[in-house]
C-alpha cells in the first residue's frame, strides 16, 4: 500500500456522461499530481496542485477539470466523455511541490471504461 | 512528439543475468531522470533517481547510467531476479515529469 488511495478502481460509463474520479494523498504531502495512460502509452501529466492551489497544468482538456479541497484530497472530474477517454488514470502526491529527486508515491489507478 | 522514448516494448533475460533497459530523451533541460517499476494492478513505483550532473548513480542491484551527450540513460539490473518482472518507464523532469512508454521485462527462471 503506497498510501495514495484511489477511487473507484473500475469504471464503466457510457459516452456523453460525467464521471468524478477520487484520490486521498499520502499523508502528509501537499501536492497531488494527475496522469492519465492510455493503451501502450507512457503516463501523460493532466494537472498539479499544491495545498488547494493549482500549480501547473499538462495536456488536460478542456473537458476535464480538478480540484483539490482542503482536507487534500482531490477530485478530477472528466465531462462529455468519449470512446477515447478509456484509459489508466493515476493519482500521485509528494511532500513537497519539486520532488526531482525522489519522485511522486503513485496510487493504483482507476481504470476508466468508455462504451 | 516525445520527449522521453523507450525503444524496447519488451524486453527477457535469464534470471542471473544481467538487464539493460534504455531511454531516450529530446529536452536538454532536463535536470532529473528516473526509473519507476510497475506491476499489473498497481501504480507505478520509485526506484532510482540521477541528477543530470552525476554520470552514475547505484543503489543495490540497480545502476543508471546517463550520457547527457547522447541524451541517453540506461538502467542496469544485476543480478536480474524473477521478481524484477514488470514494466520500467523512464522519467525525466522538466516542470514535471515526462514519462516514457514503458518497457516490459521478463526475468526468465
Known amino acids: 500500500d503506497s498510501g495514495v488511495t484511489q477511487t473507484p478502481k473500475h469504471l464503466i460509463t457510457a459516452t456523453g456522461q460525467r464521471v468524478t474520479l477520487r484520490c486521498s494523498p499520502r499523508?502528509?504531502?501537499?501536492?497531488v499530481y494527475w496522469y492519465q495512460q492510455s493503451l501502450d502509452q507512457g503516463l501523460q501529466f493532466l494537472i498539479q496542485?499544491?495545498?488547494?492551489?493549482?500549480?501547473a497544468k499538462g495536456n488536460i482538456l478542456e473537458r476535464f477539470s480538478a480540484q483539490q479541497f482542503p482536507d487534500l484530497h482531490s477530485e478530477l472530474n472528466l465531462s462529455s466523455l468519449e470512446l477515447g477517454d478509456s484509459a489508466l488514470y493515476f493519482c500521485a502526491s509528494s511532500a513537497n511541490p519539486d520532488s526531482r529527486r525522489y519522485g511522486y508515491t503513485f496510487g493504483s489507478g482507476t481504470r476508466l471504461t468508455v462504451v | 512528439d516525445q520527449q522521453v522514448k523507450q525503444n524496447s516494448p519488451s524486453l527477457s533475460v535469464q534470471e542471473g543475468r544481467i538487464s539493460i533497459l534504455n531511454c531516450d530523451y529530446t529536452?536538454?533541460?532536463?535536470?532529473?531522470f528516473l526509473w519507476y517499476k510497475k506491476y499489473p494492478a498497481e501504480g507505478p513505483t520509485f526506484l532510482i533517481s540521477i541528477s543530470s550532473i552525476k554520470d552514475k548513480n547505484e543503489d543495490g542491484r540497480f545502476t543508471v547510467f546517463l550520457n547527457k551527450s547522447a541524451k541517453h540513460l540506461s538502467l542496469h539490473i544485476v543480478p536480474s531476479q524473477p521478481g524484477d518482472s514488470a514494466v520500467y518507464f523512464c522519467a525525466a523532469a522538466g516542470q514535471n515529469f515526462v514519462f516514457g512508454p514503458g518497457t516490459r521485462l521478463s526475468v526468465l527462471p
Open positions: 496542485y499544491y495545498n488547494g492551489e493549482e500549480r
Open positions: 499523508s502528509g504531502d501537499l501536492s
Open positions: 529536452n536538454s533541460m532536463f535536470d532529473y
